[in-house]
């Protein structure tokens, strides 16, 4: 079974038991998406209709110390990143920010595992906030083509699932969700489904203060 957040501002908490907190299980943040049939003909791929979709998953976090960071493949792109205990612009999962991204899922929309964002439950009361965003880094803002999902797997619990839905924002980022840590072993996540134009103007709506460049994972 799992829990499915409906609509704009819906939430479900969770908790972890101790069992759980030093256990070896991780907190697994999973985007996954599929390719709807491709359109055919000259004037579809006049249209973009026979692009391929490449979203990317990505995460804004802050700590109970006050700092904040983004991660998602633009900033650990061109060798930047590095392996879950190393802490590089992909995370780190063994120490803080105890949050790390397996990778860059380029090319393979609609795989079995998608990309996911792997969560330190030794962690979590270091952590006061996640919001987990998606951006189309390749192929038209065709929204209603992804069927996008995020499911938050928390060990103990059951599954939390927001889906995007059939939208059609023509902006090409989108905010999905935001997990709220209280420091005392439990996680509110809150839908969101919000459209922005890129990273920056997400910045600006959820006050994340960051100063911004354009960037590519080339």
Request: hydrophobic share 30%; charged share 25%; proline share 2%.
């Amino acid at each position: 079974m799992a829990v499915k957040l409906e609509k704009f501002g819906d939430q479900h908490k969770i908790s972890l038991s101790k069992e759980h907190m030093a256990g070896k299980q991780e907190i697994v943040i999973n985007l996954n998406w599929s390719q709807e049939s491709k359109k055919k003909g000259f004037l579809a791929s006049f249209l973009g209709g026979n692009q391929e979709i490449d979203l990317d998953l990505g995460c804004y976090y802050e700590l109970n110390n006050g700092e904040k960071m983004i991660i998602d493949g633009l900033q650990f792109s061109q060798g930047r990143g590095g392996n879950r205990d190393q802490r590089t612009n992909q995370g780190c999962y063994s120490s803080a920010p105890f949050i790390w991204h397996k990778g860059d899922d380029r090319g393979n929309a609609g795989g079995e595992s998608g990309e996911n964002i792997y969560v330190n439950p030794k962690g979590i009361n270091n952590i006061h906030k996640i919001i987990i965003y998606t951006f189309i880094y390749e192929g038209a803002p065709n929204w209603t083509a992804t069927n996008a999902v995020v499911t938050v797997q928390v060990p103990g619990n059951e599954s939390i699932v927001v889906e995007m839905g059939k939208q059609n924002d023509h902006r090409n980022f989108c905010a999905i969700a935001e997990l709220l840590f209280d420091g005392q072993d439990s996680i509110t996540v809150k839908k969101l489904v919000t459209f922005h134009k890129g990273h920056q103007d997400c910045d600006k709506q959820y006050g994340w203060g960051f100063k911004w460049q354009d960037g590519s994972k080339d």
